[in-house]
C-alpha cells in the first residue's frame, strides 16, 4: 500500500468515527436506551459524574490491551487506535453536548432520534469498514477473541454486545432500580444497524457498477 493510499484510508475511517459519534450520540439522546457497545458507559455515566466520552475511553483502552494480550503483541494498527479512540470519545461527548435529549418527552420524536442515530451509526460503521485499515478497539477484540476461540466473528460479537448490555443492566437494576439507559432502543440498534450497513454497501455497488 502506497502512503497516499494508506493516507486516504485513513482519512475515510476517522470520518466514519466521526459520523459514528453522533449516531451514538443521537441513539443515546433518543431516550429509549442507547447502543448496545455504549450501554455500559452510558449507565455509568449516569451513575457517577464521569462522562459518557471518557468511559468509552477507557473500555476501548481496556478492550486495546486485551486484544493485546490475546495475540500475544502490539503492533501499529493497535497504537493507531489510541488516537482515533481519543477523538472518538471527545466527539461522542461533544455531540452529546450539541444534540437536545428526547428521554421523556414524545415518542414519536424519540423514535425519529433513534432511527436517525442508527442510520448515521451504519454509515460510519460503513466507512471504517470500507477504509480496511484498522479498526476500534471494540471490535479488533472481538475479532481477536473470535479468532483465538475458532468461532464466527458476528456470533462472538453478538455474545460480546449481549454482555455489556447485561452488565448496563445489571448496574442501572443496581443503582436506579430499572433499566435506565437500557431498553427498546437498545435492542433496535442492535438489529437494525448491521443490517442498513448493508444497504449502505448495496448502494455503494450500485453506484459504482
Given at each position: 500500500?502506497?502512503?497516499?493510499e494508506?493516507?486516504?484510508?485513513f482519512?475515510?475511517?476517522?470520518?466514519?468515527?466521526?459520523?459514528?459519534?453522533v449516531?451514538?450520540?443521537?441513539?443515546?439522546?433518543?431516550?429509549?436506551?442507547t447502543?448496545?457497545?455504549?450501554?455500559?458507559p452510558?449507565?455509568?455515566?449516569l451513575?457517577?459524574p464521569?462522562?459518557?466520552?471518557v468511559?468509552?475511553l477507557?473500555?476501548?483502552?481496556?478492550?486495546?490491551?486485551?486484544e493485546?494480550?490475546?495475540?500475544?503483541k502490539?503492533?501499529?494498527a493497535q497504537?493507531?487506535?489510541?488516537?482515533?479512540?481519543?477523538?472518538?470519545?471527545?466527539?461522542?461527548d461533544?455531540?452529546?453536548?450539541?444534540?437536545?435529549s428526547?428521554?421523556?418527552g414524545?415518542?414519536?420524536?424519540?423514535?425519529?432520534?433513534?432511527?436517525?442515530?442508527?442510520?448515521?451509526m451504519?454509515?460510519?460503521?460503513y466507512?471504517?469498514?470500507?477504509?480496511?485499515i484498522?479498526?476500534?478497539?471494540?471490535?479488533?477484540?472481538?475479532?481477536?477473541?473470535?479468532q483465538?476461540?475458532?468461532?464466527?466473528f458476528?456470533?462472538?460479537?453478538?455474545?460480546?454486545?449481549s454482555?455489556?448490555?447485561?452488565?448496563?443492566?445489571?448496574?442501572?437494576?443496581?443503582?436506579?432500580?430499572?433499566?435506565?439507559?437500557?431498553?427498546?432502543?437498545t435492542?433496535?440498534?442492535?438489529?437494525?444497524?448491521?443490517?442498513?450497513v448493508?444497504v449502505?454497501?448495496?448502494?455503494?455497488?450500485?453506484?459504482?457498477?
Open positions: 500500500m502506497t502512503r497516499n494508506a493516507l486516504r484510508r482519512t475515510i475511517f476517522t470520518t466514519g468515527v466521526l459520523v459514528c459519534s449516531g451514538v450520540a443521537f441513539i443515546t439522546r433518543a431516550g429509549l436506551g447502543s448496545p457497545i455504549s450501554s455500559t452510558f449507565v455509568l455515566s451513575i457517577t464521569v462522562s459518557m466520552g468511559y468509552t477507557a473500555f476501548n483502552l481496556f478492550f486495546l490491551l486485551c493485546g494480550l490475546l495475540i500475544g502490539f503492533t501499529v497504537a493507531l487506535q489510541v488516537p482515533v479512540t481519543v477523538l472518538f470519545s471527545l466527539c461522542v461533544g455531540a452529546l453536548a450539541l444534540i437536545p428526547q428521554y421523556g414524545p415518542w414519536m420524536a424519540s423514535a425519529v432520534y433513534l432511527v436517525i442515530g442508527c442510520t448515521i451504519s454509515f460510519g460503521i466507512l471504517e469498514v470500507f477504509a480496511d484498522i479498526m476500534l478497539p471494540g471490535e479488533a477484540f472481538v475479532r481477536a477473541l473470535s483465538r476461540l475458532g468461532r464466527n458476528g456470533n462472538v460479537k453478538v455474545c460480546f454486545d454482555c455489556l448490555t447485561l452488565i448496563a443492566g445489571a448496574a442501572a437494576l443496581w443503582a436506579f432500580g430499572h433499566l435506565n439507559g437500557v431498553g427498546i432502543g435492542v433496535f440498534s442492535a438489529l437494525a444497524v448491521g443490517q442498513l448493508k449502505w454497501g448495496r448502494l455503494y455497488n450500485r453506484k459504482h457498477r
